[in-house]
Structure formats: C-alpha cells, structure tokens
C-alpha cells in the first residue's frame, strides 16, 4: 500500500509517498481503506520535530495524518456495531498518526458512522477540529445559553467549527479573523465579526469564554475582558498558557488548556448535527497523497480557510 512519511524532521521537502506493509489489526481494530484523510497543524508541528515529546518512543519513518474518512475492510474481531462495507470516520488517537495511506489500522472505539449525505473529502475534514472545538466549548469551558464568547482565530479548521458549536449551545459568539473572512464568520454564525487588524476584540466583551484558537490572545492579555468567572481556552502548548493554568488554580477565572480526545459518542454527535444541517466542514482545498507536501505547505501557512484535505485514490 501506499503511505505518506518522512525519515528525518525537517521542512515539508522531507516528505515522500512509499510502499508500506498493510497495518495489522489488533484488538478492537478494523482496517479501513482510506478514501480521504485531513491535515492539521499537529502534522506540521510533529514532521518539524517540534512536538517530540509527542513520538519519543518512535522511531523513523514516521506516519502523517490523524483524520480520516473511508471503508471498513476488515475487523479484529466482530463487533455487532460494525460491518465491513461500512463507511466511517474518525480520528487516529495515537501519535503513530498514519490516516495518509491507504489502509489505516484505526480503534473503533475513536471512529463511527460517516454523516449521511457527506463524501469522504468532507467527513474526515471533521475528527480532530470539531471534537476539539466540542470538548473545549463544552467539557472545559462548560457554555450555557446566553454566554458571551470570544473565538480567536475563527477561520481556521477548528476556529470554524467552533463558531458554529458555541451557537448551537445558545451562546452569543464574536470572532477575530482577516477581513476576507469576515463573511464566513458571519454566515457560519459569529454575531460580531472583527478584522484582527483593525478591530478590538477586548472592547467587544466582556466575555464569558475566550477560545484562542490562533494562540496568539493569551490570559494575561485578555484577562480583563474576561467575566470574573470566566473561561480562557488555548489548544496550544506554549509556556504562556502554562503560566496562565498556574496562576489561575486558585481564582475564579479560569485558564486552560484544551487536549482532544477521539470518542464515539462525540463523532455521533457531530454526525447527528451535520445530518440536522447544524454544523457543516469548511473544506479549504483537496489535494493527493502525491501533493502531500504541498498540502502541508498549505497548512503551515496558517491562512487556511477551513481543513486542508488529502484524497487518497
């Protein structure tokens, strides 16, 4: 089969497609033939070498890709829920990655069915944001209806998915992003829609909930646009958000950082949302598994309108 890898960290020249032994299914494992996979700034990151703590235990060639979309071929062992034949999506849980192939191993328990009326380019475009922009929203920063929040970086794959979530949970929603996506934003449901170069987002709160996606708002500088009890979410790992959770253990406000988790139940969940016509992917563009440097190229530019998408053939 063919995969996506690289054998060296490094710029996106050391990525390659090559031929690779088809996966072995363990327990709780089915083998998925692969119809599409997406990129996220994790695959960027990783192939830098940037995040080892992430692989220490690995060794090269490493695997690209976390999102996945495609058919199942065979399972480890039966499962009453699934069948081969059966199209499903997902996210691969480990820091092997490997969704970029052909077949990919993948656990059932972090996959379900893909959403009626998707193709496999727009399925595997969700995993790994929306279930990020969930369990932020919702586990960590705990939005009610009436919320007022703040999504920074709102553009992007998780940025567009939680605009559309923080609505869904009856919040009141304001997003930074360029101007040429100001409609977006609008459209996929922001209230206030600010140009992060000409508008002021800390004079639009104060905010119940602020969701720096970007990673570029952290605590300490918005922390007074923030309610006294309020929320400030980050997915990146950097020092600041760290000196942000420590000096906030104590106090009302409440800095944190947000570590998705492949499940079930939440891929059922977007799924049924996306079936209701209440949350839709934002596909920025599709390119082959032969493209696959160009395809992160376009991720690392961090200008991404939405998930960058790899069809696999």
């Known amino acids: 089969m063919k995969a996506a890898l690289y054998e060296r960290y490094g710029a996106s020249d050391v990525l390659r497609v090559a031929d690779v032994p088809t996966p072995r299914l363990g327990e709780g494992e089915a083998l998925v033939r692969v119809r599409a996979a997406a990129l996220n700034p994790k695959d960027v990151l990783l192939r830098m070498g940037k995040l080892p703590f992430f692989v220490a235990s690995f060794g090269f060639p490493k695997r690209v890709g976390f999102d996945w979309a495609g058919e199942v071929v065979a399972l480890g062992r039966a499962d009453p829920r699934v069948r081969v034949g059966d199209a499903l999506y997902g996210m691969i849980q480990s820091s092997r990655a490997g969704a970029c192939a052909t077949f990919a191993a993948v656990r059932l328990a972090e996959c379900a069915a893909k959403p009626v009326g998707l193709d496999f380019e727009q399925a595997a475009a969700i995993p790994l944001a929306a279930q990020t922009a969930l369990q932020a929203l919702r586990d960590v920063a705990h ?14 794959g998780v ?12 919040a009141h929603v304001t997003t930074t992003s360029s101007a040429a996506n100001l409609a977006l934003c609008t459209e996929l449901g922001a209230d206030v829609a600010l140009d992060y170069a000409t508008g002021d987002p800390l004079a639009a709160g104060p905010y119940d909930v602020v969701f720096d996606v970007f990673g570029n708002r952290p605590f300490a500088a918005v922390r ?15 020092g600041h958000v760290f000196a942000g959770i420590a000096k906030t253990l ?9 570590v998705v988790r492949s499940r079930r139940a939440d891929l059922e969940h977007l799924g049924r949302l996306v079936t209701a016509g209440r949350l839709r992917p934002i596909v920025d563009c599709v390119f082959g598994l032969d493209e696959i440097r160009e395809a992160e190229d376009r991720v690392a530019t961090k200008h991404a309108r939405g998930k960058v998408v790899v069809r696999v053939e």
């Open 143 to 156: 939005v009610t209806p009436g919320d007022r929040v703040l999504v920074n970086g709102a553009s992007g």
């Open 159 to 170: 940025g567009t998915f939680a605009v559309q979530l923080a609505r869904e949970m009856g």
């Open 224 to 238: 007074r646009a923030m309610r006294p009890r309020a929320t400030h979410v980050s997915t990146v790992l950097r």
């Open 250 to 258: 104590a106090s009302a406000q409440r800095a944190r950082l947000v």
